[in-house]
């Protein structure tokens, strides 16, 4: 995966949320590239910390546009975003210990990760604010 692998299937159609995403994305294929180019455990570590940094910027700046626009999924959503950042500390731990070298395996566990949210939970973020939006 990398940051031009951008579909229009990940679009909610929220400019301010895709492009948080593709930033998202970006970050990533940010750690994808230090896998493959074996940058060393200080380079992963630290494109790892910006990976969370910004899963963690983007989840608050979601919420607060859920809340902002009264989403009734929004708890169910937010509880999803807890275990999306247990996750990502889980990808740190196999990274560390060893178990996932492979920057397919890391592709694979971010595909699942991130890809997945935005297209079946985020995306229902865009449609609710689409049809508030309606007359
Ligand atoms: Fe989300």
Do not use: C
């Amino acid at each position: 995966m990398s940051y031009p692998d951008w579909t229009d299937v990940l679009d909610i159609g929220l400019p301010i949320l895709d492009d948080q995403h593709k930033q998202l994305l970006a970050v990533a294929d940010d750690l994808l590239n230090a896998i493959a180019r074996d940058e060393g455990e200080a380079a992963l570590k630290d494109t790892f910390e910006r990976l969370k940094a910004y899963t963690r910027y983007h989840f608050k700046e979601e919420e607060a546009y859920m809340t902002r626009i009264g989403y009734p999924g929004q708890s169910e959503h937010s509880a999803e975003h807890v275990l999306l950042l247990i996750r990502v500390n889980t990808l740190w731990r196999l990274i560390e210990s060893g178990q996932i070298v492979s920057p397919k395996g890391i592709s694979l566990f971010i595909n699942d990760w991130i890809v997945e949210h935005i297209m079946h939970k985020d995306a229902m973020i865009g449609e609710y604010a689409r049809a508030l939006r309606q007359p």
